[in-house]
């Protein structure tokens, strides 16, 4: 049994209760800025590379001294130390979770030896491809952890990318994902990664196989050349063909892998120092989640606030809105991280738990959000908190474009908490209503409750090393969350079952037989056939 203590047995969770049930449900953003002049500043969050701007949250000073109450009852710091360290944190899967060893600087954590040595080999290789004249197109093989993180980090670094080199992903084993690619692409010219921590993942090999049978039909020969693996199964990578392999370790969650050989086209695409940038950047956040008292510290106080929402307000989703094209896939990455870490209905001990863990996260890059489910946001029957990310300085050379981008920023989180009464839209007219609808029934439908929380994360620019920063910093709000439910949140048992009977339906596919299969499964098995 773990000595630790579960959130929900701790004096301050009861306490939050009575908080909750005191001042928490009925809070009112407008009162909360009336009644205090510096709220902004003192809601306010400065860690490496990032400003948080909480104050539009249904908390109060209270509400924050209990949540950091409870991160202190639930031993936040001393498994956050313990993390650090190397001491075992998924127990399930009996590894340590040492993430942040890869981008300590050398000699500043466990295995640094190992982690710096692969680093130099990746990056100098990384450099080599850049170089190379014969390369056009560097295709990344791989699935979650090793597709989101290097996908989303590509595509967010895009400014900083080589001028010549196309980078792609390929994870679906939908054939509708390689097989327009490779159409496109001359295998003479290509490179292949193969990324993958197990070198089992049946997408992943079923992709790299028909990448390599692609190759070979073009007449490829130099497949050594032409196909990279990352992985910590070398022995699996070698037995597929491949002769250049870069490992990581099993203390390294695929959601937490891009800062590993499993950042190779990163640093194809950004180069050696764009790479290092972003570790430096992802390092300083390490440091200030470590050292930072928790009541200044960005993460957790974000966890905390992730908590607070989630198990006393009683919110199941939280909607990431982040305002630059080049975070478009930063909602799915933070699918994984969070959804597959904390996604959990027992803690430590294998004990059901009677409250709420992670969140369903979901969104879209702003403005094309604003077109489709903020209705829902500003008018629905749901209060969903929102996150919005402004990046101050773009990479192009329209400002009045980036103006407008940060103007609709600005103005979603003030309608979102300002709202309109029905008196107030009654003074306004509505040119294309109907003549026959009463006035105080559309001054109905064209009011906003108002009083919807949401939090403003701000980036200077979206550098290699604000972006480290950010990223990092929601793996340690992960971490706050799950250490306050009591979880393992670096396990993914919940992903099994469906692996294992994907396994056992794609014979019967071949053949037919539906004998002990449920009769939906059979049902539509067989239509399948038809
Ligand atoms: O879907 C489960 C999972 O194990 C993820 O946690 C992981 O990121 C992904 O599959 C890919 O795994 P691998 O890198 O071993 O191919």
């Known amino acids: ?16 209760l009575g908080h909750y049930q005191a001042h928490g449900r009925d809070f009112e953003l407008g009162d909360a800025f009336a009644r205090d002049a510096r709220r902004f500043a003192n809601f ?25 109450a409870l991160a202190q009852e639930c031993g936040l710091p001393g498994q956050r130390d313990a993390m650090l360290r190397g001491e075992v944190a998924n127990a399930t899967e009996g590894r340590a979770v040492l993430h942040t060893a890869l981008r300590a600087p050398r000699g500043a954590a466990p295995f640094s030896d190992e ?39 590509v595509q967010a670094l895009q400014p900083f990318a080589h001028s010549r080199l196309r980078l792609h992903f390929v994870s679906n084993v939908d054939g509708h994902d390689i097989a327009p690619l490779l159409a496109t692409l001359d295998a003479r010219r290509t490179l292949f990664i193969v990324a993958s921590k197990t070198f089992t993942t049946q997408e992943t090999m079923a992709n790299a196989h028909a990448a390599k049978a692609w190759f070979q039909a073009q007449g490829g020969s130099e497949t050594a050349r032409h196909f990279v693996g990352v992985t910590t199964n070398l022995l699996a990578a070698a037995t597929f063909g491949i ?64 908590v607070w929402y989630r198990n006393f307000h009683g919110r199941t989703s939280r909607s990431v809105a982040p305002y630059h094209e080049g975070l478009r896939r930063l909602p799915a990455y933070l699918q994984q991280l969070e959804m597959e ?70 103005a979603q989180s003030q309608a979102l908490m300002l709202g309109k009464t029905a008196q107030q839209a009654a003074t306004e007219k509505a040119p294309t209503a109907s003549p026959d609808i009463p006035a105080e029934v559309l001054a109905r439908h064209r009011s906003f409750p108002g009083n919807r929380p949401s939090t403003t994360l701000m980036l200077d620019a979206l550098t290699p090393r604000a972006l480290g920063a950010l990223v990092a910093m929601y793996e340690h709000r992960v971490f706050t969350s799950g250490v306050v439910w009591g979880i393992n949140s670096f396990d993914q048992w919940g992903v099994e079952l469906g692996k294992a009977l994907a396994g056992q339906l794609l014979p019967r596919l071949a053949s037919g037989d539906t004998t002990g299969l449920d009769a939906s499964t059979a049902g539509l098995l067989s239509r399948l056939r038809r």
């Open 341 to 410: 870490s904390n996604g959990k209905s027992v803690d430590r001990d294998g004990q059901p738990l009677p409250f709420g863990t992670s969140p369903v996260v979901w969104g879209e890059p702003g403005t094309n959000g604003q077109h489709a489910y903020f209705q829902m946001l500003h008018q629905g029957t749901d209060v969903i908190p929102v996150e919005f990310i402004a990046v101050k300085k773009p990479a192009h050379t329209l400002p009045e474009q980036h103006q407008m981008l940060l103007a609709n920023c600005l």
């Open 115 to 153: 982690v710096h040595g692969v680093l130099d080999s990746m990056l100098a290789y990384a450099e080599a491809v850049r170089a190379d004249q014969g390369f056009t197109d560097v295709v990344n093989i791989g699935i979650g952890g090793s597709d989101l993180g290097p996908r989303m980090v």
């Open 243 to 306: 002769s250049t392999t870069f490992g990581f370790w099993d203390w390294v969650g695929g959601r937490y892998s891009l800062w590993s050989a499993i950042g190779l086209p990163i640093a194809i695409a950004v180069g050696a120092p764009g790479f290092q940038d972003l570790l430096a950047g992802a390092h300083a956040m390490d440091q200030h989640f470590a050292h930072t008292p928790l009541a200044q510290n960005l993460p957790v106080v974000l966890g905390l606030l992730d």
């Open 44 to 68: 306010s969050f400065e860690a490496p590379e990032v400003f948080a701007d909480l104050s539009k949250n249904h908390i109060d000073t209270a509400t924050l001294h209990f949540l950091l």
């Open 1 to 16: 049994m773990s000595a630790l203590k579960r959130g929900d047995g701790t004096a301050a969770w009861a306490a939050l």
